[in-house]
């Protein structure tokens, strides 16, 4: 941050720093991923592997997450726990997929949290 502020500023803009709560942080970060993981991502996902497209393995791992079947995810959420993996533990925790219905909820929360602003 501190680079694109200096280069910003080298630049002539005025950067003006905005302080956000940790937990709006959180909250942002969780809905985005979530949308992310049951918007458009799996059918994106599903050409690259109909396609035989190469995924990145960051993309891979996470998809793999994502698409995990129930006993597999709780393997997974139990290994990072067990590991101190809780930022991670944190991070995938919306990496799921979501009935329609709770996906439907997940947008309304996202834009009950956009409003807020």
């Keep these: 941050m501190e680079i694109t502020k200096k280069a ?3 630049l002539g803009y005025e950067v003006v ?6 937990d709006y942080w959180e909250k942002g970060r969780n809905l985005l991923i ?5 918007g458009g991502a799996p059918a994106m996902m599903n050409d690259f592997l109909e396609t035989g497209e190469k995924l990145l393995p960051p993309i891979r791992n996470t998809v793999n997450v994502a698409f995990a079947s129930a006993p597999t995810r ?3 959420d139990t290994f990072l726990s067990l590991s101190n993996q809780g930022r991670q533990l944190t991070n995938l925790k919306y990496a799921c997929m979501l009935s329609p ?3 439907e909820l997940l947008l ?6 956009c409003y807020e602003f």
Excluded: S
Aim: one cysteine or more; glycine letters at 4%.
């Design 8 to 10: 910003l500023e080298d």
């Design 17 to 22: 720093d905005i302080e956000f709560p940790q």
């Design 34 to 38: 979530g949308m992310l993981c049951n």
């Design 74 to 76: 709780w393997l997974i």
């Design 101 to 103: 219905q709770k996906f």
């Design 108 to 113: 309304k929360e996202r834009y009950a949290f």
